[in-house]
C-alpha cells in the first residue's frame, strides 16, 4: 500500500529565502502531484511529475522527481508572502485515480 | 469554462442524522471523485465513479455511499452521522482518457459540521 511523508510539516521561513519540502513515498507511485491548499479553500494543482528526472517549475516553485530515491522535492526560491499556504504532495499507484496524500507542509513567509 | 461545483458549501447536522452532498464535475468529465479532508487524517480517499459505476474505494465504513448520474453529477450520502464525520468533503472531477496521466481538480468542498 503506498504511503506519502512530507517534511516539514510547519515551515516558517523570511521572504528572499530559500527553502525545500520534501516528499517520500514507500511504493512504486505511478506519477507525483504537488497540491496548493489556502486556508478554507480547495486544492490547487501545481504539478504533475510523471518520469524520473521531471522537473517543472512555475515561478518560484521548482518540483522534482526521483523515482530511484522515491522522492520528490518542492524548492522554493526567493519566498515571497503570497506563497504562503499548505503545499500536499500526492501520488498514485497501479493506474488507479486514488490520490494518496502526504499530511502537507504548512509554509508561512515573514516579511 | 465552469469549473467543479459542490452544493452546499456549508452544512450542520446533528448525530444520528443522514446528509447528502452533491457534486457536479466540469462539463466533459466523466469521473468523479471524493475526499475527506480533517486535521487528525488529512486528506482521505472516499470512493471514485467512472460512467456511473464506482471504480475505486477508500477504507471508509458502509455508512458512507456514494452514486453517479448519467450526467456525471455525483452524490455522497453519510448515514447515522457521528462527530467524527465533520470534515471537508472535497469531490475532483477528472476527464479520463489514453494520456497516462489525469489530472484531478478540485471543487471547493462543502463543509460538514456534525453536533
Known amino acids: 500500500e503506498l504511503k506519502v511523508e512530507q517534511n516539514p510539516l510547519f515551515l516558517s521561513m523570511q521572504e528572499g529565502k530559500n527553502y525545500t519540502i520534501y516528499c517520500n513515498y514507500s511504493t512504486t507511485s505511478d506519477r507525483l502531484y504537488w497540491y496548493r491548499q489556502d486556508p478554507g479553500k480547495s486544492l490547487e494543482s501545481l504539478f504533475v511529475l510523471l518520469s524520473n528526472g521531471a522537473v517543472k517549475q512555475e515561478g518560484r516553485l521548482m518540483a522534482s522527481l526521483d523515482t530511484k530515491a522515491r522522492l520528490s522535492t518542492l524548492h522554493i526560491t526567493a519566498a515571497v508572502h503570497d506563497l504562503s499556504a499548505t503545499y500536499f504532495c500526492?501520488?498514485?499507484?497501479?493506474?488507479?485515480?486514488?490520490?494518496?496524500f502526504g499530511k502537507g507542509t504548512k509554509l508561512t513567509v515573514n516579511p | 469554462k465552469a469549473g467543479v461545483t459542490q452544493t452546499p458549501r456549508y452544512l450542520i447536522k446533528t448525530r444520528g442524522q443522514q446528509v447528502t452532498l452533491s457534486c457536479s464535475p466540469i462539463s466533459g468529465h466523466r469521473s468523479v471523485s471524493w475526499y475527506q479532508q480533517t486535521p487528525g487524517q488529512g486528506l482521505q480517499f472516499l470512493f471514485e465513479?467512472?460512467?456511473?459505476?464506482?471504480?475505486n474505494k477508500g477504507n471508509f465504513p458502509g455508512r458512507f455511499s456514494g452514486r453517479q448520474f448519467s450526467n456525471s453529477r455525483s452524490e455522497m450520502n453519510v448515514s447515522t452521522l457521528e462527530l467524527g464525520d465533520s470534515a471537508l468533503y472535497l469531490c475532483a472531477s477528472m476527464r479520463t482518457g489514453l494520456s497516462s496521466y489525469n489530472e484531478q481538480f478540485f471543487g471547493p468542498g462543502t463543509r460538514l459540521t456534525v453536533l
Open positions: 465513479y467512472f460512467s456511473e459505476t464506482q471504480r
Open positions: 500526492a501520488g498514485a499507484q497501479g493506474g488507479s485515480e486514488k490520490l494518496v
